[in-house]
């Protein structure tokens, strides 16, 4: 059972959330703040029929500052495709075996491939496999390592 903190969280920060974009702390804000924030946390809750389970939360900074390195980085190699084409680009498409099977992390794993310039997440299939477009796909080993162990692994300690 969750402690009583971690089931308003959700509520907390949509509360707050509204305040910041409505850019007022009048009364009649904060009341529908707090209806609007209680109502629709308690409305997601009965949407989520399995519940994420995570341990080692420390290990998720690290993770962070991974994701946006290899983001910055992305986003230069595709700025340097575009402004300056080379004949042996390659794009392609990749299948990649995956251990994890929490829902969960898989779901972080779909957003972090997702929002990194230069790739797409295509498929997460039932037999445990991903699909993965890549804008310039140079050497498929090096993805297979790069997604199994800088991202897999990290989110099957915390979520498996």
């Known amino acids: 059972m969750a402690s009583p903190f971690v089931k308003m969280l959700l509520p907390l920060c ?12 009048s009364a009649g804000q904060i009341m529908l703040g707090l209806a609007l924030a209680l109502w629709l946390g308690w409305a997601s809750s009965r949407l989520r029929p399995l519940r994420a389970r995570p341990r080692r939360f420390w290990l998720l900074p690290g993770l962070f500052c991974k994701v946006v390195i290899d983001i910055l980085k992305s986003n230069w190699a595709v700025a340097r495709l ?27 794993l779909a957003c972090i491939l997702t929002y990194t310039p230069g790739t797409v997440l295509v498929d997460i299939g039932t037999e ?33």
């Open 14 to 25: 949509m509360f707050v959330l509204w305040l910041l974009l409505n850019e007022s702390a």
């Open 82 to 108: 575009i402004w300056v084409p080379r004949a042996e680009m390659s794009p392609g498409f990749i299948t990649i075996p995956l251990d994890m099977r929490d829902p969960h992390g898989l779901a972080f």
């Open 128 to 160: 445990g496999t991903m699909t993965l477009h890549v804008l310039d796909l140079q050497n498929e080993a090096e993805w297979v390592d790069l997604v199994k162990n800088r991202y897999e692994r990290t989110l099957k300690e915390v979520f498996e």
